[in-house]
């Protein structure tokens, strides 16, 4: 079995020298005794190709690439009638690249993402320097707003697309040292980068964010942005402040927004989400007391916040289509894949399952 003679190759050969050598000098010593790539656990593959450079660009060659054209990703029509993220395997990339005229170092640019069973690796490239429909013909491909893929897609690429989009703007915003302003140059895997002059490293960032579904024991609370999409509503949300903890953000984000004072609060889950630019959504839910649910929404951040009934949620949650201008206004829900949905389905289930207990109960009728 590979892993365990790898782990136990691992603590006693390595972690020993692991302190005494510097990382990357740590994985050119393991190259040498290592199993085969195929051989590591996904995981620990993707940690030695950030830091293995050589490592990384022979794994490259034999991976897969998303594209991406000034951060839309490149997606393909399946023969279902569905839409999936194109992985293209980096042969095929570079031929199209060079029939188009780049001059074949640009595949280098590509950023490390993730990695298959098999250890295959999977990175994303933009080519937003290349015309934008040749590339689609080339590839058979369309490259969509990731906002409106994420609407889209089902499969389990979408969070890879939110990651690469999110790695890729942040090399296009990092190009230069804000300690003394002179170019930074990234690993070969795209995970830091380093100023030219002092060898400053810096790692991609993230912003935390708090999102919370507020609940009045009967209706959950559900607030509406000036941009989102015609009909949808999602649960409040907000950047934490500098110093704050999780609880703190959400008990000001929640008084600041619509006013409320918070009972209760209950972390769910959380997930990486690339707008605005690179963000770690904290999910929970949380209560208020039932004397207390009048609202006081600030329309400098929400153009409006209300209660929706457990009928409305559930219809709303059946809805296969986005309402059109035109319609009359249904609610409309953030996609599946996004935390808010995740919350709005839990909340769901809650309730439902309150309901049948009550019915349930002797003398109910
Ligand atoms: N994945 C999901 O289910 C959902 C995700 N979201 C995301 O949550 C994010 C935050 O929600 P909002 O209500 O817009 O936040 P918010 O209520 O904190 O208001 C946004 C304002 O906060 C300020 N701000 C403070 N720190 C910031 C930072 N690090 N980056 C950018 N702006 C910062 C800016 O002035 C900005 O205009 C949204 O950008 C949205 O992408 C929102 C709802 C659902
Ligand atoms: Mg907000």
């Known amino acids: 079995m590979p892993v365990p003679r790898f782990k136990s190759l691992f603590t006693a050969s390595v972690l020993p020298n692991a302190q005494r050598l510097g990382c990357g000098a740590m994985w050119s010593r393991l190259r040498t005794i290592l199993p085969s790539p195929n051989c590591l656990p996904p995981r620990w593959y993707m940690n030695r190709l950030k830091e293995d450079d050589t490592a990384c660009l022979s794994a490259l060659h034999n991976g897969q690439i998303f594209l991406f054209h000034h951060l839309s990703p490149l997606l393909q029509c399946t023969q279902r009638g569905t839409l999936r993220p194109a992985a293209l395997a980096t042969s095929d990339v570079q031929s199209v690249l060079e029939r188009l005229g780049s001059d074949g170092s640009l595949v280098k640019k590509s950023v490390l993402v993730s990695c298959l069973e098999q250890n295959q690796a999977q990175f994303c490239l933009d080519v937003g320097e290349l015309d934008q429909v040749s590339v689609e013909e080339a ?22 697309l939110a990651k690469g989009q999110a790695l890729l703007r942040w090399h296009q915003t990092s190009r230069f040292c804000s300690a003394t302003g002179q170019l930074t140059h990234r690993n070969q895997a795209g995970s830091q980068r380093a100023c030219s002059s002092n060898g400053i490293i810096y790692y991609p960032k993230m912003s935390p964010v708090v999102i919370v579904l507020v609940s009045d024991g009967r209706r959950c609370l559900l607030g509406r942005q000036p941009a989102f999409p015609l009909g949808m509503y999602s649960a409040l949300a907000g950047f934490c402040d500098m110093g704050e903890s999780l609880e703190e953000a959400l008990c000001r984000e929640v008084a600041e927004e619509v006013g409320l004072e918070l009972q209760s609060i209950t972390y769910s889950s959380s997930q990486h989400w690339p707008f605005p630019h690179s963000s770690l959504m904290l999910g929970c839910h949380a209560t208020v007391s039932p004397a207390h649910t009048q609202l006081q929404v600030d329309h400098a951040e929400l153009e409006n916040a209300r209660w929706f009934s457990l009928e409305e949620i559930t219809s709303a949650l059946k809805l296969q289509t986005p309402p059109q201008r035109g319609d009359s206004p249904a609610l409309w829900l953030p996609p599946k894949q996004a935390v808010a949905h995740r919350l709005i389905t839990e909340w769901t289930k809650q309730q439902l399952l309150k309901d049948t207990d009550q019915n349930q109960r002797p003398g109910s009728c």
Do not use: N, V, W, Y
């Open 139 to 160: 590839c058979e491909g369309k490259f969509l707003d990731l906002r409106k893929s994420l609407f889209l897609l089902t499969t389990a690429e979408a969070p890879i």
